[in-house]
């Protein structure tokens, strides 16, 4: 299921960082009293009745202004408005209805998204107070009174943007189309890749850093498979992030690695590995995703004997952590081992949806036992009951123990190394959980 992105916006001082606090239940974006303390956007995870969604706390907007660095506000709340599903405009009670105001409300209309009207620092919610209905001349439908400082009326306001939330497309629900995000950072030829694929020029190639701005779904029929390629906006490290257009970028390509079957994760030939590819390989990893590596622009490397075995070697050394994946050299530009590409997502994404019988599992397991004894502690021995399978896509199994303090992580890698040496699961995570018997499998 997609995340939707939510925009908090409004005039400079009017409480949204604060209520961005409340809602993502973390301190993370800096609250002062000064206006314009929040000067770029800052997001996070959030949810809402059991529905995970993404959420912008922006500069405040003051549309007209000589002012540089509110001039780049302005720009990147207006991003933030681009960016989002839902808005919440938030407006200050104890200020009432400002020129401001209605300034920041032009913007908002002219972005055709929908609109929750918040009225911050209203103390006492229930009844709307006499004061706060003077918020309804801007004329964008019912207004929430809240209090961002007291978690008051932030409930009613989440269920009104929970009724926004944009519902899924019919492809999202069809489990026989396999979604693909093709992630990396800027210019490793992600774009090159979904046209050498298509055949077509469907997405623009440059060789200019950034030109992906968004997360753009492609259709492709094959024989009898369906694929949806995600192509998303580079991803670079923060501090290189110096255009805030591509900082909202960024929120799209996390977002499209959460709603992907499989990430291809493309390294650029020519780089290696870098410290950010081993960044954007550990969110998809983290996330539970099946993987496939691809080092692209392999038709500019200059060629030895060795030399592909040496750079395989570099690429799962430096992505220890994801040396379940399949590392594969190809050329977008050329063409070379495209092909090859469909093989493997089709192979990766039967992996992480691959289900074992608890028979079976359970033979495996106690045979791992006997060959190699659980750990012990201060003369208590871990005893392991039995295994069973509770998910797919990653695959994820519950092992039951007399107590799981005694589970020590080492014999956790070997239980998961059992696991795919028996039954593959080849380009995808393992999930094991440990409960101690009597506990909830879930």
Request: glycine share 6%; proline share 4%; charged share 30%.
């Amino acid at each position: 299921m997609s995340k939707p992105v939510v925009a908090i916006v409004g005039r400079p001082n009017v409480g949204k960082s604060t209520l961005f606090n409340y809602i993502t239940k973390q301190r993370i974006s800096i609250i002062e009293d000064t206006p314009g303390v929040t000067r770029d956007r800052i997001y996070a995870e959030a949810d809402w009745r059991g529905r995970n969604f993404t959420l912008i706390d922006t500069g405040g907007i003051e549309p007209f202004t000589g002012d540089y660095i509110k001039k780049m506000m302005l720009r990147q709340a207006e991003i933030a408005v681009e960016t989002a599903d839902v808005i919440i405009f938030l407006l200050d009670m104890k200020t009432g209805l400002t020129a401001a105001d209605d300034d920041v409300a032009v913007i908002l209309r002219k972005s055709q998204k929908p609109i929750v009207v918040a009225v911050n620092k209203s103390d006492n919610v229930g009844d709307i107070p006499p004061a706060a209905y003077e918020f309804y001349n801007l004329g964008m439908g019912e207004i929430y009174p809240i209090s961002s400082i007291h978690g008051l009326g932030i409930g009613d306001l989440l269920d009104a943007v929970y009724e926004h939330f944009p519902e899924d497309m019919d492809y999202e629900q069809d489990e026989d189309i396999i979604k693909v995000a093709v992630i990396g950072k800027p210019n490793v030829g992600k774009s090159s890749l979904i046209n050498s694929i298509l055949g077509e020029d469907r997405v623009i190639v440059s060789d200019i850093p950034g030109t992906t701005r968004d997360a753009i779904d492609t259709f492709v029929e094959r024989g009898d498979k369906k694929y949806i390629f995600i192509d998303t906006a580079g991803i670079r490290r923060k501090s290189k992030i110096d255009e805030s257009i591509e900082r909202y970028s960024v929120i799209r390509s996390w977002t499209a690695v959460d709603r992907a079957d499989v990430c291809i994760i493309m390294i650029d030939a020519n780089d290696s590995v870098t410290e950010q590819d081993t960044k954007i390989a550990g969110y998809a990893h983290e996330q539970g995703k099946a993987c496939i590596i691809a080092v692209n622009k392999w038709d500019e490397i200059e060629k030895e004997t060795g030399t592909l075995e040496k750079m395989r070697k570099e690429v799962i050394d430096k992505l220890e952590f994801m040396d379940y994946a399949p590392v594969v050299f190809i050329s977008a530009k050329t063409g070379q081992r495209v092909e090859r590409l469909f093989e493997l997502v089709d192979f990766v994404f039967d992996q992480a949806s691959f289900r074992i019988q608890t028979g079976m599992l359970n033979d495996v397991l106690n045979e791992a036992i006997a060959m190699v004894q659980p750990p012990s502690d201060k003369g208590k021995r871990l005893k392991i009951y039995y295994m069973v399978q509770v998910g797919i896509k990653p695959p994820r199994f519950v092992l039951f123990v007399n107590d799981k303090q005694l589970m020590h992580f080492s014999y956790e890698r070997y239980i998961i190394n059992t696991l795919r040496r028996n039954f593959g699961f080849e380009g995808t995570p393992i999930r094991l959980i440990i409960r101690e018997k009597g506990q909830r499998q879930l």
